[in-house]
């Protein structure tokens, strides 16, 4: 019998559960997949690249307008305080919003433009 079975460990599961993306949800997209498919964590200061980040945009960005406002960018990430402070940085144009360019580039020039 494991230790999730036991009634008392009931109530730490659920407290626990509560801090878990849903299960099928995009928080492991892109992940890197190891031996028997295990996700594995990516490496600490590593960004997804551009040909990553536009799909991604194009899910965020549901009503197809092209830009996401500060709002909707920052309710749609798991630590909204990082997410506004991303968010402020890739503004590159400071209209406040993200168009799918500077959240590709994370607000740097885009590479195809030089």
Same mark, same amino acid.
């Given at each position: 019998?494991?230790? /999730?079975?036991? #009634? *008392?460990?009931?109530?730490?599961? *659920? /407290?626990? +559960?509560?801090?878990? #993306?849903?299960? %099928? ?5 892109? /992940?890197?997949? =190891? ?5 594995? &964590?990516?490496? #600490?200061?590593? /960004? &997804?690249? =551009? !040909? !990553?980040?536009? &799909? ?5 960005? *549901? ?7 500060? *709002? ?7 630590? +909204? ?10 503004? $590159?144009?400071?209209? %406040?919003?993200?168009?799918?360019? !500077?959240?590709?580039?994370? %607000?740097?020039?885009? &590479? $195809?433009?030089?």
């Amino acid at each position: 019998m494991s230790l /999730a079975d036991k #009634p *008392e460990s009931k109530a730490i599961l *659920e /407290a626990l +559960a509560k801090n878990l #993306p849903p299960a %099928g949800s995009s928080a492991i997209d892109g /992940a890197k997949k =190891g031996k028997k498919g295990k996700v594995m &964590p990516s490496k #600490p200061g590593t /960004a &997804p690249s =551009g !040909e !990553e980040r536009g &799909p991604k945009f194009d899910k965020l960005d *549901e009503n197809k307008v092209g830009k996401l406002s500060r *709002e909707f960018y920052t309710i749609h990430q798991s630590d +909204a305080k990082a997410a506004g402070d991303r968010f402020d940085r890739w503004d $590159a144009d400071k209209d %406040g919003s993200l168009s799918r360019a !500077e959240y590709v580039t994370q %607000g740097g020039k885009n &590479p $195809a433009a030089k």
